[in-house]
């Protein structure tokens, strides 16, 4: 039932009450079924509605004004004008045909009075003259043309009448026709406000779920961006310990031919040791002044401490390994670690904008930004930071032949864009500066 959907049980007992006790109503103010449908069209009513008003009800039922009073929740006197209404817009009565019921022969029965008035009293002295040539024949003469033309233009009126009326009824029905079919355009319009709610829970939901996904993707790039830094460390550093066993052979190599030149004794041994050997002679490996070198150079790299000898190119295998240890740990602190001076060069930076209430990098030249931006990305290409910038906020275009509205909404949108881009550069750069 209607009034159980709709909430409104107790209303319907009241008028099955009603019914049960005698409903007493106006048998011809009613509606019928094809109006009461053309009516819920009108209003807005679904196809559903309609559908289930037309199962229940036959073609030929009619809804007197209680019922339709209950069915709609509305007031029965409301209802009853309504019905009464329309029952009187349905009406059969209306103007009589004047050809149907005027009387025939009007002039004919006037015209053959005179004759036989004429005929009989013809002979009284002056009466036939006075009578019925003066006064009754000119007054029958005169009511004949009046009636006859009368005639004529009531036909002509009567015509122009019937064409302006259907000059008339046809405008109506074409505007009728037009309504119709504007309105036939806002068919689902009372549907609107549902639809509504549905999008706005749909995109509460849509927009919870894209920030999830948002954050998630960002905690997925923070964690391969910060994994991958550390692989490339953790390279570096095997790279580092496995050219450590070249970096001996090479520096142990270097400093014999280093040596060799300035050492009178190596020298002499090298050359005994040679004619011996060409002489075919076994040579003890202790005499041998290459082998020695290389075994003394071993044996003080097992003695001492690399980290603790002092470094020099020209000096000592312990000395060159720690030479070339500290240039290789220059290296990886430069490409993996923030160095003193570029820590010192954002400070500076930093201080030209810094005011009182805090800082305003638009106080910067041209060539300090773009330096303070290629420390910011050098430094967190270092430390393997993921780099959030305001070039990611892009500006929505505008088309010349759009809506004017639509452009001047555009217009403001990208203005707030770009005051979100100066207000994340700005947070950006200050949480950089604060670092240091």
Aim: with cysteine; charged share 30%; net charge neutral.
């Amino acid at each position: 039932l209607v009034t159980d959907q709709e909430g409104r049980k107790e209303a319907f007992r009241e008028f099955y009450q009603r019914c049960k006790d005698g409903l007493t109503v106006e048998n011809d103010i009613f509606l019928t079924t094809d109006e009461l449908l053309a009516l819920m069209w009108k209003n807005g009513y679904t196809e559903k509605e309609r559908n289930a008003i037309q199962a229940t009800f036959p073609s030929d039922y009619r809804f007197h004004y209680p019922e339709l009073s209950v069915l709609f929740d509305v007031p029965e006197e409301d209802t009853y004008k309504f019905c009464l209404r329309s029952r009187m817009e349905k009406s059969h009565i209306g103007e009589l045909d004047y050809e149907k019921v005027k009387r025939k022969g009007f002039l004919r029965d006037h015209w053959l009075i005179f004759a036989g008035g004429w005929y009989i009293f013809k002979n009284f002295p002056f009466y036939n003259y006075l009578f019925y040539m003066k006064t009754y024949g000119f007054s029958l003469w005169f009511v004949s043309c009046w009636y006859l033309f009368s005639r004529m233009a009531n036909r002509v009126w009567r015509r122009n009448e019937f064409m302006a009326e259907q000059k008339t009824a046809a405008g109506v029905m074409e505007g009728e026709d037009k309504i119709l079919k504007n309105m036939s355009r806002f068919t689902n319009d009372s549907m609107c406000v549902n639809y509504l709610k549905a999008f706005k829970r749909e995109s509460a939901d849509r927009l919870a779920q894209y920030r999830h996904a948002l954050i998630q993707k960002q905690k997925h790039d923070v964690t391969n961006r910060v994994l991958h830094q550390l692989q490339n460390i953790e390279r570096s550093e095997h790279n580092m310990a496995a050219s450590m066993q070249e970096i001996l052979v090479r520096e142990t190599a270097s400093s014999f031919r280093d040596m060799f030149p300035t050492d009178p004794k190596m020298q002499k041994e090298s050359f005994n040791t040679a004619i011996a050997q060409l002489a075919g002679e076994t040579v003890d490996a202790s005499k041998d002044p290459v082998k020695n070198h290389f075994v003394n150079s071993f044996k003080e790299l097992k003695t001492q401490d690399v980290s603790k000898a002092t470094a020099d190119q020209k000096g000592t295998l312990i000395q060159r390994l720690a030479f070339d240890k500290k240039r290789s740990e220059r290296d990886f602190e430069r490409q993996y670690m923030v160095t003193r001076a570029e820590a010192n060069e954002v400070k500076d930076l930093a201080q030209k904008a810094k005011g009182k209430g805090g800082y305003d990098w638009s106080a910067l030249n041209e060539k300090d930004m773009a330096r303070l931006e290629e420390l910011y990305t050098k430094i967190n290409n270092k430390v393997g930071f993921p780099m959030l910038t305001e070039s990611s906020i892009q500006a929505v275009p505008t088309d010349a032949s759009a809506d004017p509205r639509a452009n001047e909404y555009t217009t403001h949108m990208n203005e707030q864009l770009e005051v979100m881009r100066v207000k994340l550069r700005n947070e950006r750069l200050s949480m950089f500066a604060g670092a240091f």
